[in-house]
């Protein structure tokens, strides 16, 4: 796992913390909020439960199997449950499998792979599972565009689906920084249309999560860049010498992590955009 990737990871679980919330998404704030509007933690809560309704509102009606990559927790399996739909989760992290499996209550297996592992088992059996639809939410950033749109090749049914959402890159010379390891929306379209998918239908919903990364930036300000200095501070009146070494090797590093951080928003609204989108296997 590359830094970046453990970089966000930190980041989304001090986020997790600081909300409450399970999910493991950035929501989706319907009505937009107005520039500079003091953003709560509740009306967080509530975006973060309408995102699932709206991301599987694209699902199409003749959909009866999801293959649920990344799951997470299973906040939009047992959103697909409860559309009367069968749901199957993939991810390599055993945690997320126990709250998986206790939260969806059985209804649903699980698979405690990455994508990559699952698709290269699957080859070597005679007859490999398929699905109706795949299901990439905020998952696709772990992977490559080639490994996705091969991997959905073999295991979508004929004339079945991909519903993917996520941040992507519409700047490809952006490649440094804290989202960089999200895929470039291009390249994701050029391998998805080599494998043989045409996308149906797409929707921007920038504006619609930005105010997630607003009230995240709102909150560390408040919250963590105060903390951080706090403990720096008792580090630096209880043992200096550690402070002192500990500034020396790592002040640069922190203080350029803390102002990239800051700087989310802008960067998100300069190089990236978050969208939904469906593709079907013609």
């Known amino acids: ?60 009606a003749d959909i009866h199997t999801v293959l649920d ?47 990559d592992e699952f698709v290269h088992n699957s080859r070597q059996q005679e007859r490999s599972p398929k699905y109706d639809l795949l299901l990439f939410s905020e998952s696709s950033q772990y992977m490559s565009p080639e490994s996705i749109a091969t991997g959905a090749a073999d295991l979508v049914q004929s004339g079945g689906y991909v519903l993917l959402a996520d941040m992507l890159r519409k700047d490809p010379e952006y490649k440094e920084g804290m989202f960089s390891n999200c895929l470039v929306n291009a390249d994701l379209h050029q391998e998805m249309q080599r494998a043989g998918f045409k996308l149906v239908t797409k929707d921007d919903i920038s504006a619609h999560i930005a105010p997630t990364l607003d009230i995240c930036v709102q909150s560390f300000k408040t919250f963590g860049v105060s903390t951080m200095n706090y403990i ?51």
């Not at 937009?32 to 975006?47: C, G, H, S, V």
């Not at 590093?253 to 013609?282: M, P």
Request: proline share 5%; with cysteine; glycine share 6%.
């Open 1 to 60: 796992m590359n830094n970046i990737i453990r970089y966000q990871n930190a980041a989304l679980q001090y986020y997790l913390e600081l909300t409450g919330s399970s999910y493991l998404h950035y929501g989706y704030w319907e009505p937009i909020p107005p520039a500079n509007a003091e953003l709560t933690i509740t009306q967080f809560r509530i975006a973060q439960a309408a995102y699932a309704n709206h991301l599987l509102s694209f699902i199409p």
């Open 69 to 115: 990559v990344g799951c997470g927790n299973g906040d939009n399996a047992i959103a697909i449950l409860e559309r009367g739909l069968q749901v199957t989760g993939l991810a390599p992290d055993p945690s997320q499998q126990a709250n998986f499996l206790e939260r969806t209550k059985g209804n649903a297996k699980f698979h405690m792979q990455t994508f």
């Open 232 to 282: 720096g501070n008792l580090v630096a009146i209880a043992v200096p010498p550690i402070y002192a070494i500990f500034k020396y090797f790592l002040g640069k590093l922190i203080t350029k992590l803390i102002t990239e951080g800051l700087q989310a928003s802008n960067i998100f609204h300069r190089h990236l955009c978050y969208e939904i989108q469906l593709w079907q296997k013609v």
